[in-house]
Nanobody, 120 residues
């Protein structure tokens, strides 16, 4: 069993900030890429940001300069700091990780999602 648990979503006013966390747990050897995706109603799930262990973050154009992805390998946790939030950022945010497991090899694992609502 490998699971990702997200936290930090909620309701925030435009211009505000939120910090999302995603912690991986279970039996695995390592985690390669970790990232955040988001999906608004009626739209596809799009990449927000991703980071490879030891590398720098990659960001969607819509969030560049506002969002920052970081990773704590010792805790198997990835964070998404979201600043200057806009109503357009409203979506379910999903954590994703590429995990090397003992028996199943390389797996793409998704969290259950956390809802971010930006509204007055």
């Amino acid at each position: 069993q490998v699971q990702l648990v997200e936290s930090g979503g909620g309701l925030v006013q435009p211009g505000g900030s939120l910090r999302l966390s995603c912690a991986a747990s279970g039996r695995f050897f390592s985690i390669s890429t970790m990232g955040w995706y988001r999906q608004a109603p009626g739209k596809q799930r799009d990449l927000v940001a991703s980071v490879i262990s030891g590398g720098s973050g990659n960001y969607a154009d819509a969030v560049k300069g506002r969002f920052t992805i970081s990773r704590d390998n010792a805790k198997n946790t990835v964070y998404l700091q979201m600043n200057s939030l806009k109503p357009e950022d409203t979506a379910h945010y999903y954590c994703n990780a590429g995990v090397v497991t003992t028996y199943y090899g390389y797996l793409e694992v998704w969290g259950q999602g956390t809802l971010v609502t930006v509204s007055s």
